[in-house]
């Protein structure tokens, strides 16, 4: 079974900045897509960032120039420093790893998620 633990969240004021970490273990199980989600109150869920084993990145188009995805694969960890925050950045951050355990097929996980609150 995979376990994804998240932290970092926190209540910042607008411009200030944060960095979210999301550890990833699971016997026998090789990390493959690693992304970030986030849901604000009332709205879906949405995509944030992604980052494949090779390190190639993605980004929704309001996050683009203010976060940073990375990940430490010798950690099976994966980061977002996120900059530059303004309000309607407030959500719950979640987690998301497409992991593979030897011979199986691909699958999702999600970690608990962890708030995020920009508010002077």
């Known amino acids: 079974q995979v376990q994804l633990v998240e932290s970092g969240g926190g209540l910042v004021q607008p411009g200030g900045s944060l960095r979210l970490s999301c550890a990833a273990s699971?016997?026998?199980?090789?990390?493959?897509?690693m992304g970030w989600y986030r849901q604000a109150p009332g709205k879906q869920r949405e995509l944030v960032a992604t980052?494949?084993?090779?390190?190639?990145?993605t980004y929704t188009g309001s996050v683009k120039d203010r976060f940073a995805i990375s990940r430490d694969s010798a950690k099976n960890t994966v980061y977002l420093q996120v900059n530059s925050l303004k309000p309607e950045d407030t959500a719950v951050y979640y987690c998301?790893?497409?992991?593979?355990?030897?011979?199986?097929?691909?699958?999702?996980?999600w970690g608990q998620g962890t708030q995020v609150t920009v508010s002077s």
């Open positions: 699971g016997v026998g199980f090789r990390f493959d897509l």
């Open positions: 998301n790893v497409r992991a593979q355990k030897t011979l199986g097929p691909l699958r999702d996980y």
């Open positions: 980052i494949t084993r090779d390190h190639r990145t």
